[in-house]
């Protein structure tokens, strides 16, 4: 594997003060990687500083061996870096089939667009089988495969998801996760904050635990979920054992040093 993100000594933050501290992170080329920590830790700043919603005020973000500090969100979404908010970003009086199109605005060729939707009606089918529907209609589930579906039309090589199943039922959350699984099998690598820190470690091949605006501790999914500290800190309970974690790699641990 290869590095497609390296986040190095980023400090950043909403002007009162520095969210992230000193932020070190690799993202590794086609994988998927969650963000862990108690609330205020920085994860939603840290997506919010690769999409460029927010820049640094030191360190450096390289995308792909190329440094982005200085990029828009516009000319970071043309390199294949897409940003899916925690709120609801669907426009809810408009179709579902409509959603979608607006995902391609900066794709000038129409007939990649709607290659591409086709494509993403293929990944998620819920989007052909309510595409005359108004998005408003959908229950919160169903929204948040569309917004994922929506990504595709992009074609982006790294996908930023903020809290992916808040506010859903059970149910949902698994289709999202496997949606969520899919989408990494289709070759995207995938930085994900997400508030259920079991079910984002599982579906993970890495983990990153953030703790006042730092990167404190770096491991597998799997690794994670087995440590009996991470579980009482931040998964609300008892380890797991990696086999019913479902996650794909179980390399030791690695503290920040060694990060």
Same mark, same amino acid.
């Given at each position: 594997?290869?590095?497609?993100?390296? $986040?190095?000594?980023?400090? !950043?933050?909403?002007? &009162? @003060?520095?969210?992230?501290? +000193?932020?070190?992170?690799? /993202? %590794?080329?086609?994988?998927?990687?969650?963000?862990?920590?108690?609330?205020?830790?920085?994860?939603?700043?840290?997506?919010?500083?690769?999409?460029?919603?927010?820049?640094?005020?030191?360190?450096?973000?390289?995308?792909?061996?190329?440094?982005?500090?200085?990029?828009?969100?516009?000319?970071?979404?043309?390199?294949?870096?897409?940003?899916?908010?925690?709120?609801?970003?669907?426009?809810?009086?408009?179709?579902?089939?409509?959603?979608?199109?607006?995902?391609?605005?900066?794709?000038?060729?129409?007939a990649v667009v709607y290659a591409r939707m086709e494509e993403a009606m293929k990944a998620f089918? $819920?989007?052909?089988?309510? !595409?005359?529907?108004? &998005? @408003?209609?959908?229950?919160? +589930?169903?929204?948040?495969? /569309? %917004?994922?579906?929506?990504?595709?039309?992009?074609?982006?090589?790294?996908?930023?998801?903020?809290?992916?199943?808040?506010?859903?039922?059970?149910?949902?959350?698994?289709?999202?996760?496997?949606?969520?699984?899919?989408l990494s099998a289709s070759g995207r690598t995938i930085l994900l904050v997400e508030q259920n820190?079991?079910?984002?470690?599982?579906?993970?091949?890495?983990?990153?635990?953030?703790?006042?605006?730092?990167?404190?501790?770096?491991?597998?999914?799997?690794?994670?979920?087995?440590?009996?500290?991470?579980?009482?800190l931040y998964l609300g309970g008892g380890a797991v054992p990696a086999v019913a974690s479902g996650?794909?790699?179980?390399?030791?641990?690695?503290?920040?040093?060694?990060?």
């Amino acid at each position: 594997m290869s590095a497609i993100l390296d $986040i190095g000594g980023v400090f !950043a933050g909403y002007g &009162a @003060g520095d969210i992230l501290k +000193g932020v070190d992170l690799t /993202v %590794e080329r086609g994988t998927i990687t969650c963000l862990i920590g108690p609330n205020g830790a920085g994860k939603s700043t840290v997506l919010k500083t690769v999409s460029g919603l927010l820049r640094p005020s030191r360190g450096s973000v390289v995308f792909d061996g190329t440094e982005i500090n200085r990029l828009t969100p516009k000319a970071r979404l043309r390199l294949g870096i897409v940003h899916v908010p925690q709120e609801r970003s669907l426009f809810p009086a408009m179709t579902v089939r409509d959603n979608l199109l607006m995902g391609g605005y900066l794709v000038k060729d129409s007939a990649v667009v709607y290659a591409r939707m086709e494509e993403a009606m293929k990944a998620f089918p $819920i989007c052909r089988s309510r !595409a005359a529907e108004h &998005a @408003g209609s959908l229950s919160g +589930g169903e929204q948040k495969q /569309v %917004e994922l579906a929506r990504t595709l039309i992009l074609d982006p090589t790294l996908i930023l998801l903020d809290e992916p199943s808040i506010g859903l039922d059970p149910k949902s959350r698994q289709i999202v996760f496997e949606s969520i699984r899919s989408l990494s099998a289709s070759g995207r690598t995938i930085l994900l904050v997400e508030q259920n820190a079991r079910s984002g470690l599982a579906v993970s091949d890495f983990g990153a635990v953030l703790e006042s605006g730092r990167v404190r501790l770096v491991a597998t999914g799997a690794r994670l979920l087995e440590d009996p500290e991470v579980a009482r800190l931040y998964l609300g309970g008892g380890a797991v054992p990696a086999v019913a974690s479902g996650t794909r790699h179980t390399e030791t641990a690695s503290t920040e040093e060694d990060y």
